[in-house]
């Protein structure tokens, strides 16, 4: 069953560093290979936790509730990641504009209305003018 779960995994990608990882857990497993022991030989791409999770749970005899934990436990990082990106995120935008978007436009605008020639800015002058007049707020 073991062998079958890493193949289906395989299945899964198509191509790429999981397809060729999964490809060679398989063939180490297939061999008489240990699970951690297949495991063990891609330091790089797996996580410490996952192959010592997975060693613990061979030696207990609890693989099932160790690959539970781990499940778990990657669950949890994940939804921490995506709630720190969204912390981040409108922050991240107000900094932008006000940094690299608000100063060249106000500047451009200025120059509009001080009645200097300047073709960037009577663009975007009648660009947000253009706009406004969508959204109807004329």
């Known amino acids: 069953p073991l062998v079958r779960a890493i193949d289906l995994l395989r299945d899964q990608h198509k191509r790429g560093r ?9 063939d180490d497993l297939r061999a008489g290979a240990t699970l ?6 891609h330091n790089r791409l797996l996580s ?5 999770a997975i060693y613990v749970g061979e030696v207990s ?3 099932e509730e160790s690959l539970r934990e781990c499940a778990g436990y990657f669950d949890q990082r994940l939804a921490q990641r ?16 006000a940094v690299f978007i608000i100063p060249p436009i106000q500047h451009c605008v200025t120059l509009t209305m001080q009645g200097r020639d300047d073709k960037v800015g009577a663009f975007l002058f009648q660009w947000g003018r253009g706009w406004v007049i969508w959204f109807g707020a004329n």
Request: glycine share 6%; charged share 20%.
């Open 18 to 26: 999981l397809r060729d990882l999964f490809t060679v857990i398989g």
């Open 36 to 41: 951690s022991a297949a495991f063990a030989k």
């Open 82 to 97: 995506r709630s720190l990106f969204k912390a981040i995120a409108y922050p991240l935008c107000v900094f932008i504009a």
């Open 61 to 63: 005899g609890n693989l």
């Open 48 to 52: 410490p936790i996952l192959r010592d």
